[in-house]
């Protein structure tokens, strides 16, 4: 077969993919649902497989462990450690911890200089002594001075000796008051570098202690990984371990929690984490009280109080009980007593500076306000996505008695209602980057990229109002069965359809909505 051939089914593949966007976009433009759903899904007819090939590969590259999974998981990396270099558990462990479980890098610092490694770490693969190689059977503490029968004494590598009991007191209190740092414990002598392994701990502490330290050292699988997050639900015990530490999806936890990877808050996506942040600040601070004083306030001449004007005549009264009685004029402050309307501009200029000032408060109190609000509407959304969502096993199970529904027949509610959840999550989010977007003083993102973002996000709107309809249509009563199963195809077939053009408008932003352009 010659290369032509081989050419022509890609180019034929590639012809009926600009084709069915076409339609896709073509029935976006007319907001024609019926013909959003079937160009839709015409679309995924064709692409589908590849696409959530793909995306389920990016999206799902992490999983998540149990409290008693995580020993499992943290001793499939140490004993591929021992195994390459044939050192034991506990030298192998240290060294996993050291580098903060990053497999790859220690094993090239290995090959590179293996003395260099265990020197950095204050590890040796040498086990802990309880003998001398000289002939004495004695030695003396060098904590409480004491002498000693050699195998009441421990030395590690650095051979610092001291006895089992100032051992035992001195890794007591490590646990007891240091936590989880307790692993990362040294040898007591002033300015040594030697790590006190476990073997160490498990001789001289009493089992409870050994216990707490022994649950610490596990936990370091997580404190100490930078490709792992505990979840943050209060009382799971659950962490998810990710492929990417830079990763910027979503996880969901077997709790049910979804959150950010990054900084550990409920899914924000789109908006960045930095974002969310600086959002938070803005919205508790009392920074938007003084943008709202600038904005719609004047001081007054006299008593220097902020006044809002609530008429539309430039003659002001400071009025009483509160104010102090002054009359004066709005526009340019001077005394209403012999105000001369001629003058009036010319004074005005001396408080031309404040006025910029106001207008550019105002400017920007309104475009904040307009998110806000809109951030606040899709929040209410949210908490009545989230009643319904736990709404579904009765209406469940009013379809199955009313009209004979299979229970396997019933799941569609359970998923569209969260796609609704989902989706007002999002949409809630979206305008945290509307109005980063839209600040006047940032140049990033383009113009471009802000047009795009308020396309896709009313499209965004127009699939979630409508999947509400659709899932609100029971409030009609249903005549028989043959009805309500044709409400179920429809409201299934367009939670794909949001469940799809959701997923494409939060990787779009989040990467960038000018990136294939760019590339």
């Given at each position: 077969?010659?290369?032509?051939?081989?050419?022509?089914?890609?180019?034929?593949?590639?012809?009926?993919?600009?084709?069915?966007?076409?339609?896709?976009?073509?029935?976006?433009?007319?907001?024609?649902?019926?013909?959003?759903?079937?160009?839709?899904?015409?679309?995924?007819?064709?692409?589908?497989?590849?696409?959530?090939?793909?995306?389920?590969?990016?999206?799902?590259?992490?999983?998540?462990?149990?409290?008693?999974?995580?020993?499992?998981?943290?001793?499939?990396?140490?004993?591929?450690?021992?195994?390459?270099?044939?050192?034991?558990?506990?030298?192998?462990?240290?060294?996993?911890?050291?580098?903060?479980?990053?497999?790859?890098?220690?094993?090239?610092?290995?090959?590179?200089?293996?003395?260099?490694?265990?020197?950095?770490?204050?590890?040796?693969?040498?086990?802990?002594?309880?003998?001398?190689?000289?002939?004495?059977?004695?030695?003396?503490?060098?904590?409480?001075?004491?002498?000693?029968?050699?195998?009441?004494?421990?030395?590690?590598?650095?051979?610092?000796?001291?006895?089992?009991?100032?051992?035992?007191?001195?890794?007591?209190?490590?646990?007891?008051?240091?936590?989880?740092?307790?692993?990362?414990?040294?040898?007591?002598?002033?300015?040594?570098?030697?790590?006190?392994d476990e073997t160490v701990f498990k001789k001289v502490l009493d089992p409870v202690a050994f216990g707490r330290y022994s649950a610490f050292l596990v936990k370091t699988f997580v404190d100490n990984n930078p490709h792992a997050v505990w979840c943050p639900?209060?009382?799971?015990?659950?962490?998810?371990?990710?492929?990417?530490?830079?990763?910027?999806?979503?996880?969901?936890?077997?709790?049910?929690?979804?959150?950010?990877?990054?900084?550990?808050?409920?899914?924000?996506?789109?908006?960045?984490?930095?974002?969310?942040?600086?959002?938070?600040?803005?919205?508790?601070?009392?920074?938007?009280?003084?943008?709202?004083?600038?904005?719609?306030?004047?001081?007054?001449?006299?008593?220097?109080?902020?006044?809002?004007?609530?008429?539309?005549?430039?003659?002001?009264?400071?009025?009483?009980?509160?104010?102090?009685?002054?009359?004066?004029?709005?526009?340019?402050?001077?005394?209403?007593?012999?105000?001369?309307?001629?003058?009036?501009?010319?004074?005005?200029?001396?408080?031309?500076?404040?006025?910029?000032?106001?207008?550019?408060?105002?400017?920007?109190?309104?475009?904040?306000?307009?998110?806000?609000?809109?951030?606040?509407?899709?929040?209410?959304?949210?908490?009545?996505?989230?009643?319904?969502?736990?709404?579904?096993?009765?209406?469940?199970?009013?379809?199955?008695?009313?009209?004979?529904?299979?229970?396997?027949?019933?799941?569609?509610?359970?998923?569209?209602?969260?796609?609704?959840?989902?989706?007002?999550?999002?949409?809630?989010?979206?305008?945290?980057?509307?109005?980063?977007?839209?600040?006047?003083?940032?140049?990033?993102?383009?113009?471009?990229?802000?047009?795009?973002?308020?396309?896709?996000?009313?499209?965004?709107?127009?699939?979630?109002?409508?999947?509400?309809?659709?899932?609100?249509?029971?409030?009609?009563?249903?005549?028989?069965?043959?009805?309500?199963?044709?409400?179920?195809?429809?409201?299934?077939?367009?939670?794909?359809?949001?469940?799809?053009?959701?997923?494409?408008?939060?990787?779009?932003?989040?990467?960038?909505?000018?990136?294939?352009?760019?590339?």
């Open positions: 077969m010659n290369r032509e051939d081989n050419d022509k089914p890609q180019i034929e593949d590639d012809r009926n993919q600009k084709r069915v966007k076409k339609e896709v976009s073509f029935a976006l433009q007319r907001s024609d649902t019926t013909n959003i759903v079937e160009a839709s899904l015409a679309f995924e007819d064709d692409e589908h497989e590849r696409s959530m090939t793909r995306s389920l590969k990016k999206q799902q590259s992490y999983i998540v462990l149990e409290e008693n999974e995580l020993l499992t998981e943290s001793m499939k990396q140490v004993d591929y450690i021992c195994e390459l270099f044939e050192f034991n558990q506990t030298t192998a462990s240290s060294l996993l911890r050291h580098f903060k479980w990053n497999k790859e890098r220690l094993i090239e610092r290995l090959m590179e200089d293996q003395d260099r490694v265990f020197k950095e770490a204050g590890v040796f693969p040498s086990a802990p002594s309880s003998s001398s190689s000289s002939s004495q059977t004695t030695a003396a503490c060098l904590v409480c001075c004491d002498d000693y029968p050699i195998n009441e004494t421990i030395s590690l590598s650095c051979a610092h000796r001291y006895c089992l009991d100032c051992w035992k007191n001195y890794l007591s209190l490590k646990v007891q008051d240091e936590g989880s740092h307790c692993v990362w414990t040294k040898c007591p002598s002033p300015g040594c570098n030697v790590l006190v639900a209060p009382g799971c015990l659950n962490s998810v371990k990710a492929e990417r530490r830079t990763r910027l999806e979503p996880v969901t936890c077997k709790c049910g929690l979804t959150f950010c990877f990054q900084c550990s808050k409920p899914d924000h996506s789109p908006a960045t984490c930095e974002q969310v942040t600086k959002w938070e600040e803005k919205t508790s601070s009392e920074a938007e009280n003084v943008n709202w004083l600038t904005a719609n306030t004047k001081k007054c001449p006299k008593c220097k109080q902020s006044i809002e004007k609530n008429g539309g005549c430039q003659h002001m009264t400071h009025r009483l009980p509160g104010g102090c009685g002054h009359e004066f004029c709005w526009i340019c402050r001077a005394d209403w007593m012999g105000h001369n309307s001629s003058e009036c501009a010319k004074r005005a200029e001396q408080y031309k500076e404040d006025e910029i000032k106001a207008s550019e408060a105002k400017t920007e109190l309104d475009r904040f306000l307009s998110c806000y609000h809109r951030f606040e509407s899709h929040k209410t959304s949210l908490g009545y996505a989230k009643t319904q969502l736990s709404n579904c096993p009765q209406l469940a199970l009013d379809l199955q008695k009313e009209f004979g529904l299979l229970p396997e027949a019933c799941g569609f509610l359970q998923n569209t209602a969260e796609q609704l959840k989902t989706n007002h999550r999002a949409l809630m989010w979206s305008y945290v980057c509307t109005y980063y977007a839209s600040d006047p003083n940032s140049s990033a993102p383009s113009p471009v990229e802000k047009n795009l973002l308020f396309h896709l996000q009313e499209k965004l709107q127009e699939h979630t109002d409508r999947l509400t309809e659709l899932w609100e249509h029971p409030n009609i009563k249903f005549q028989d069965y043959h009805q309500v199963m044709d409400w179920r195809e429809k409201v299934m077939k367009f939670t794909k359809v949001a469940s799809h053009y959701l997923q494409n408008f939060v990787q779009d932003v989040g990467q960038g909505l000018t990136a294939d352009l760019k590339s």
